[in-house]
């Protein structure tokens, strides 16, 4: 069981790897600049560029708590981090825009993963089966606000 977890939490952390690091990396080594924020209007582009900082903050640090047993106060305080950039986003996604929306969507689901995660770790369960396919569809509605901002929504 112990195994299924570690394995689950390091599919979680490449697929972040893949999906979030990798473009990244490419973008400085061919010396663009990213538009991951893009040029919005509004408060669409601070959101969103809040969102994906706190989904960012999230998939980096799972690394630590691939293998229990788990150190509570490393877990805390991590969890603690990313429960505050969630709330930055929550603060920052205010407007009515469209993206605004997609990326408070974000946020909702984010800290419900990282709820459902800090109870399995806390009590010895097991992580949510689908902890992958929510952190794409988290990642896929991030990468919709930043879309919708780049076009004025």
Do not use: H
Request: glycine share 12%.
């Amino acid at each position: 069981m112990k195994k299924l977890v570690g394995w689950i939490i390091f599919l979680v952390l490449l697929y972040f790897a893949w999906t979030k690091l990798a473009p990244k990396l490419t973008d400085v080594k061919l010396g663009s600049k990213s538009t991951t924020t893009g040029a919005g209007v509004g408060g669409g582009n601070s959101c969103t560029g809040a969102a994906e900082s706190a989904s960012s903050e999230w998939g980096g640090g799972l690394v630590r708590f691939v293998n229990p047993p788990y150190d509570l106060d490393a877990w805390s305080s991590f969890q603690g981090s990313v429960n505050r950039r969630i709330g930055d986003a929550e603060a920052q996604c205010t407007c009515i825009e469209e993206s605004c929306g997609k990326a408070r969507d974000a946020m909702r689901e984010l800290r419900g993963l990282v709820n459902e995660l800090d109870t399995a770790i806390r009590t010895g369960g097991s992580p949510p089966s689908d902890a992958v396919q929510r952190q794409e569809s988290i990642d896929r509605q991030i990468t919709e606000a930043q879309e919708l901002v780049r076009s004025g929504k």
